[in-house]
């Protein structure tokens, strides 16, 4: 059998997370020339950031299900400063209309991430300061970040994830693809281009 492949990629804005779309918008197809293989998860069509693409199936499995608790980092730029409460609600877990969530870490960034800007800048209002969020998740609801920042009063901006487990969007502008190096793939628990675990 050909050996797998393993793939990151930075997803721009408006790109959907699929490889195909009867009405014409961007997909995953016009970015990664590659066969036979599909996105771990997803990331919703207005955020941006780290996509692991696969023919792993058990990786894919393993990374997705939310029973493994396996991390994924985000930076979201927030309407307004968020006080302690908010981050503390936040660090609990926030009761959404489909449940409670997990627990989340939440660290309030000093300065501005050095990311690339936006083909469509975020709306700015001038009498309202935006402030950037680090998130950990380990699960991915649909749309979770947006959902859980707006219910604690600081809706989200812009959503890029940087890090699913140790591999991390670094070394990417939007639109570039990779295959994982070696280092990579062991630190998901390959071993000889396999899944080394279920």
Known sequence: ?????????????????????????????????????????????????????????????????????????????????PELAAMEALRRGIVLSDGPTRPVEVTLLDEEPDLPDRPVPIRFRKNVPTAWLRLVLREGRNRQVRRMTAAVGHPTLRLVRVAIGPVLLDGLNPGEWRELTPEERRSLGLRGGRTDRP
């Open 1 to 81: 059998m050909p050996p797998r492949r393993y793939l990151k990629f930075f997803k721009p804005l408006d790109v959907l997370t699929q490889f195909t779309d009867e009405e014409g918008r961007a997909t995953l197809k016009d970015f990664v020339p590659v066969p036979g293989v599909y996105p771990v998860g997803r990331l919703d069509r207005d955020s941006e950031g780290l996509l692991l693409l696969t023919d792993d199936g058990p990786l894919a499995h393993r990374l997705s299900d939310p029973r493994y608790e396996h991390p994924k980092s985000y930076l979201a730029q927030v309407e307004r400063v």
